[in-house]
């Protein structure tokens, strides 16, 4: 009898679907939060003058220590706490939901918020708790202290801003949760860049308290580079799970030269700022257009009827991101990166158009 995957595979593994990630071939690309410009020319010639002194035949250096030095510096990683590098963000929420994945555990977050939280709580035999948002997209501090005290989940991921939605949660909604919470809670700080706030002179006073961040918003997401930093003896017992030399080589070198100029790319971010600025106060003026408050690098915004926008948008040539049916407090709502001027023009003529 022929061997079938349903015969071995985990059933909820099996009613899975891959993550999709669209092609974006010929488009105007503005549904993945990427960094719409390219690095400075000085420093992809830099870039490209450490890729050719390399040593490819060698592995990398397993502790990343040149780049661990240059991330505590300048990501302000406070005295005493411990940083663990991923291969992105997703590889950290992974390691840290298998090590906290006892039988029985749960990982409760808000929601809706970052898919890979359900994902892979599903993926390590986690019990996925979400707790909706309120209706404005704000965190309900007392529904998620209800649901951590009934649930007492070993871990509370929350997006800081969040992602779909750009939110800044509210800082004493925040702290509660933190507070309440019997288990680890990871502030999820992937646009750090764009909010103007962190939780990362927090550690020293919440033993319970991770803060995770990601390069890839500032312009680095070929990279695939993330990091999480906390107390070393949560870290500690996480990096025991982290596969040997995770962080390639390339990565390391190129990453550790470019967070030495983290200002110039801060200078990236600021100008994305300025033009979500822009970009939301245009779509404000359209009509039967509903938009949030965002802190991110990208505007969700509701129309009459997202998923057929969504496709006139991309016969005109625009990509972005379709949230209808991701759940239901997103019903018609679409994603949009914030891009280069031009890039934000073509965008806007092509919703009017697709609106009309």
Not at 28 to 51: S, T
Not at 55 to 78: F, G, K, T
Request: with cysteine; charged share 20%.
């Amino acid at each position: 009898m022929a061997l079938n995957p349903s015969d071995l595979i985990r059933p909820e593994i099996l009613s899975l679907k891959a993550y999709h990630v669209a092609d974006a071939s010929g488009m105007v690309k503005l549904d993945a939060m990427e960094n719409p410009y390219p690095l400075p020319a000085d420093l992809r010639d830099l870039a490209a003058g450490l890729a050719h002194q390399t040593p490819l035949n060698r592995y990398p250096d397993p502790q990343a220590a040149q780049l661990r030095r240059a991330i505590r510096q300048h990501m302000a990683v406070p005295d005493g706490a411990q940083v663990l590098f991923g291969n992105g963000s997703d590889e950290i929420i992974q390691l840290i939901a298998m090590a906290l994945a006892r039988p029985g555990a749960t990982l409760l977050a808000p929601e809706p918020s970052f898919a890979m939280y359900r994902m892979i709580a599903t993926f390590c035999g986690l019990r996925y708790v979400g707790v909706p948002l309120k209706e404005n997209f704000s965190l309900d501090p007392d529904e998620m202290v209800l649901r951590i005290e009934q649930y007492e989940p070993a871990v509370v991921f929350i997006a800081y801003p969040n992602n779909p939605t750009g939110t800044l949660f509210d800082l004493e909604a925040m702290m509660r949760v933190v507070n309440a919470a019997p288990g680890l809670v990871v502030v999820d700080e992937a646009y750090h860049a764009f909010a103007g706030s962190s939780f990362m002179g927090e550690l020293p006073r919440h033993r319970n308290l991770l803060v995770m961040r990601t390069l890839s918003k500032l312009g680095l997401a070929g990279l695939r580079l993330g990091f999480v930093a906390g107390a070393p003896q949560w870290l500690g017992e996480i990096e025991k799970l982290r596969l040997p030399y995770n962080i390639n080589s390339l990565t390391q070198a190129i990453a550790t030269r470019l967070i030495d100029n983290v200002g110039r790319l801060n200078e990236q971010a600021a100008a994305i700022v300025t033009a979500r600025t822009q970009l939301a106060r245009a779509l404000v003026d359209l009509p039967d257009m509903r938009i949030w408050q965002s802190h991110a690098n990208f505007i969700l915004f509701r129309v009459p009827n997202g998923p057929r926008t969504f496709e006139r948008l991309k016969r005109r040539g625009v990509l972005i991101k379709n949230l209808h049916g991701a759940h239901p407090m997103l019903d018609n709502c679409l994603r949009v990166t914030v891009g280069t001027p031009d890039e934000n023009v073509a965008f806007l003529q092509a919703l009017r158009d697709s609106l009309a």
